[in-house]
């Protein structure tokens, strides 16, 4: 039973999460590459992109109503206002044709150039037409009123984006209006996920003979290697069998930014992963356990500067580590130093959570209005992880949580 | 000036933004489409998947250890261990060759085959080899421990995945290990893009003439639609012209799911988009005004069962207005009925936002430290919301927030 001997060493370096996510940081990180604006949404730029000249590039109006000096209004109220003479119309989209003289004012739509002469537009609202070709204007305007200047929303050479944050919707728009039409940004990381285990079959297989299991992880592990910007490489299921592990991981370290490996489910399985790892490539083996639940026997190693990460064989455990650890490490490769915020919920327990110092405790629940109920259930079910709404974390200092205690839940999407 | 007119006449049916979640709700849904479970990450299933056959399909154990029956491991302790004679060992992914008699156990590892005979699986750690073929057992085992039974992941007919959720990693997990390899899901609704305006050129302009704008909204609409499940088509910039528009439009609804029109800055433009919108088809606008600042000059219409959506000419207000009334519009096309979280911190505001009762106001934050600092400015201006992390909602019957006053920030990702 050189199985279940294993059972009985120790780890020999367990981690807590905290030291895991501080302290396991392989240096590889992706080239730079460019990309169209159209194709750049969650893309991380490796470089700031800065405005080529100023934004707006002219002063517009923020309002529907009149040009004007803001000098002429001072003092205007509805008892005594301020007449001025219209001397135009600007349109949109083109130079303003008319100035604005002592006196006078200029018709001006949202968004169109500000007339020369003119400090401040007064709001359509607050003027009422006297008599053809003269407003009262009924309000004082300030300078600056109802206007941006031609360098408010950018000036020329000022950042638009920073590096190293994942472009949102907005960092898009503004760099349409910027002009900037492409980005350098880091490729996506290629992330190996290779599947371990004689017990393992391919999902599509139609019947299983009994004792086979159909390949859960590597699917959903794709799913959270895009979600971390990553570009998942499926390399099939490899049996338990030195070799044959040996050759598949040493292919994935050469071709790959990340490598995730499930690392069986057995001891003896995960042993046999171990040291294959061990010898993939220098510093290696960083940690052989995290102080975590489930999740323990986890993998981490450094292998010339490419995060191999092997996870525990059921796919429930898999998952929850992935997301804690792997999605983090996938996202540094890709040159991401701001990530992305997850979505949470704040929620009252339920139930009593039990867990034990020392180790952090990942508890699945289901989150009905504000009230989460811990799903429990032996780690292999995959079920309690769909049945969940989101997890919350038991501290490592802490020894379980009261029902009634007020809790973050982190929600999937 | 026709186009200064309008802004004295009232929109005639302001709606709240909770009025309009609830109750704009054009029939359209999209048509049923078949995916590979590969492509199916945040696909929205039509029908509820079903497990084919029970999961795992046979018991299993769930730890590293023997299988026994749990009656002859009753009263065992340290000091008084049951004896147990050691059969065999079961091997990973095939059926157990041995049964387990009374008095005897099957070593057997996590993930196997539990043997016939067996009803329990103790831990190798609760064991210690008393002589070669015999083992102590040092705790007793009830009944199911160490197991999960062959229904307990999924019985058959069981649902893996409810209808109208977007699918999430873990839920590939599940079809997979059911070897469910293709989902029935909703087509993702296709999004019409317009944009109107004199002024506006497309982004990839080299030089402006002063008093042209780059094409904002377009790019950053685009990853928002895309962000809902949606696929955007963008159609270009159209001229304030009422048959140009006219035509953009009628082409766009007869070809989309939804169609979204920045609906002009000024006032005059957005009179003729909602006079156009009118003539599309019953029943035609819902609503040409929302009380949301900002976004105000929303328009929605029900064409036919295609909605509609008219946006603010300027960008940021373009791209909180979708944010909070589009993209659920979009999801819900797409047949989402549990729309995913959304992500949300709690933070301090670092000074007072004022506001008016009755409309709801966004208010663009950046988050530091658990502090909100909201970021004022005028709501042309895009930079605003790159430099935000999230907003904050000022509630309809607010009159605004002090300083000092906890919020949830809703964050950008």
New interface residues.
């Given amino acids: 039973?050189a199985?279940?001997a294993g059972?009985?060493r120790e780890f020999f370096a367990v981690r807590t999460v905290a030291e895991t996510l501080a302290g396991f940081r392989p240096a590889r990180r992706t080239a730079a590459e460019t990309v169209a604006?159209?194709e750049a949404?969650g893309r991380v730029p490796c470089e700031p992109a800065r405005a080529p000249h100023d934004?707006?590039?002219?002063a517009?109006s923020?309002v529907?109503?009149y040009a004007v000096r803001a000098a002429d209004t001072y003092g205007a109220s509805e008892g005594l206002p301020s007449y001025l003479d219209v001397a135009g119309?600007v349109?949109?989209?083109?130079?303003a044709a008319v100035a604005v003289a002592p006196g006078a004012a200029v018709?001006i739509?949202?968004?169109?150039?500000l007339p020369a002469g003119a400090d401040a537009v007064v709001m359509?609202?607050h003027t009422q037409e006297a008599m053809p070709g003269t407003i009262e204007v009924v309000r004082p305007a300030a300078p600056g009123d109802g206007i941006?200047r031609a360098d408010?929303?950018?000036a020329a050479g000022a950042e638009?984006?920073p590096a190293g944050r994942?472009l949102?919707?907005?960092?898009?728009?503004?760099?349409?209006?910027?002009?900037v039409?492409s980005v350098r940004v880091h490729a996506r990381p290629r992330v190996a996920i290779v599947s371990t285990?004689?017990?393992?079959v391919p999902?599509?297989?139609?019947s299983?003979?009994?004792?086979?299991?159909?390949?859960?992880?590597?699917?959903?592990?794709?799913?959270?290697v895009?979600?971390a910007g990553g570009a998942p490489d499926p390399r099939g299921i490899v049996p338990?069998d030195r070799d044959a592990l040996d050759a598949a991981l040493r292919a994935a370290v050469e071709s790959c930014d990340v490598v995730v490996v499930s690392a069986g489910?057995?001891?003896?399985?995960r042993d046999e992963t171990a040291a294959v790892v061990a010898g993939l490539g220098e510093p290696g083996i960083w940690t052989h356990g995290i102080a975590l639940r489930p999740g323990k026997p986890t993998l981490l190693a450094d292998c010339g500067g490419v995060p191999v990460i092997g996870l525990p064989?059921?796919?429930?455990s898999a998952?929850v580590v992935f997301r804690l650890v792997g999605m983090p490490v996938v996202r540094r490769v890709g040159g991401v130093t701001q990530p992305?915020?997850?979505?949470?919920?704040?929620a009252r327990l339920e139930r009593d959570v039990p867990s034990a110092a020392g180790r952090l405790d990942v508890v699945q629940v289901a989150v009905r209005d504000g009230v989460a109920t811990p799903l429990f259930?032996?780690?292999?079910?995959?079920?309690i992880?769909?049945a969940?709404?989101?997890y919350v974390v038991v501290p490592d200092e802490a020894t379980g949580l009261p029902a009634g205690r007020e809790v973050d839940v982190t929600?999937?999407?």
């Fill in positions: 039973m199985d279940l059972a009985h604006l159209g949404h934004l707006p590039g002219f517009r923020t529907d109503g119309a349109a949109m989209g083109r130079p018709a739509p949202t968004g169109a150039v359509v609202e941006v408010e929303d950018a638009l984006v994942p949102r919707a907005q960092d898009l728009g503004l760099l349409a209006a910027a002009g039409t285990g004689d017990e393992i999902p599509a297989t139609d299983l003979e009994v004792g086979q299991v159909r390949d859960a992880s590597a699917v959903a592990l794709a799913a959270l895009r979600d338990d489910s057995s001891v003896g399985a064989g059921n796919p429930r998952l992305p915020p997850e979505p949470s919920v704040r259930g032996a780690s292999a079910l995959l079920s992880l769909t969940a709404d989101g929600l999937y999407r």
